[in-house]
């Protein structure tokens, strides 16, 4: 397990926790991203907006938010 921040470009990940309030968990989940759901980080340079593909589109989390994400490596 590892935090979306920590995570390569292009890698296959699969959303499993969130490290975070009720406001984090409620943001994530109007924008498509639920427990077990898959993504893709297309940018993310360690620092400022980490650019993920969710569901086909690609949607850019802020530092703060995307280093509350858990996720792990799809097998």
């Known amino acids: 397990?590892?935090?979306l921040t920590q995570a390569?470009?292009?890698?296959?990940?699969?959303?499993t926790s969130l490290?975070?309030?009720r406001?984090?968990?409620q943001r994530l989940t109007d924008m498509g991203l639920i427990s077990g759901e898959r993504l893709r980080i297309l940018h993310n340079s360690g620092y400022g907006p980490?650019?993920?593909?969710?569901?086909?589109a690609k949607v850019a989390l802020g530092y703060g938010l995307a280093s509350k994400?858990?996720?792990?490596?799809?097998?």
């Open 1 to 3: 397990m590892l935090r």
């Open 23 to 25: 406001s984090a968990m």
């Open 50 to 56: 980490v650019t993920v593909l969710i569901k086909g």
């Open 69 to 75: 994400i858990i996720v792990k490596e799809e097998e």
């Open 8 to 15: 390569r470009t292009n890698i296959n990940l699969i959303f």
């Open 19 to 21: 490290a975070g309030g």
